[in-house]
């Protein structure tokens, strides 16, 4: 009897541990997937934002094909609405940049999604920039000073107001230091003029990562109040 009670004490712990087993090899799975799924979605937002940093479109073009494929293993977690809500929310973001860098700027500012988050500061950035590019090249083929002042005054008139938005909405000079350049440079005639005659600004952050903390004198992004974007004041100038 003894021996008996022991066997069936044996198969009843074998039948439990496959209960738990199969039980939690399926919760086992689906964790291992999704690590994959977020630390691939991470290491290629890495790539991205080093490609745009360097203005490299055709590593954009591949960044962006990965992004899309590991979006597309979100659903099949059914994990989409946390990848629209977390990871992927600004996606429309990274497409701008891509329309930007290859110089389809009639696709940056007609973007839908841009214009439905202008109090993104990013967004904001990125119209103001393509809108600005746009007027260099209307300027450059301009025949007339009067056809040069109206490019000129449009500049000042009205791309200068999506500037402010980004200087408004964004965190400030000491984090994104060209949207207060860009911004001042846009309301002044005469930086405009400059500005458009040559193929400097505007000023736009690629990539999106800002160094922390307040400039020393003398490294880029230090504020001087005597130049474009030195302490700029939008709601007074605006």
Partial sequence: MAEQRSIKDVRSRRRKRFVVMTLLLPLVLIVAYASFTLGGFYNHRQLFNLAAEAKDTELIEQEMEALGYYYSLSG?????????????????????????????????INDKDLQDNRNNHLASQLVASAKFRRAQALYG??????????????????????????????????????HSFNF???????????ALEGPGPPRLTLGYKPNSGTPKDGEPGRIDPTKPGGGSDSKKKG
């Fill in 184 to 194: 001042d440079l846009s309301i002044d005639p005469e930086d405009t003029k400059k």
């Fill in 141 to 178: 083929s301009a025949k007339t000073e009067t056809e040069k002042e109206k490019i000129i005054k449009m500049v000042n008139e009205e791309i200068s107001e999506d500037f402010k938005v980004a200087v408004e909405k964004g965190p400030g000079p000491d984090v994104y230091f060209n």
């Fill in 76 to 108: 099949r977690l059914g994990l989409r609405w946390a990848a629209d809500r977390f990871w992927y929310k600004e996606n429309y973001i990274d497409r701008a940049v891509r329309h930007y860098l290859i110089g389809d700027f009639d696709a940056v």
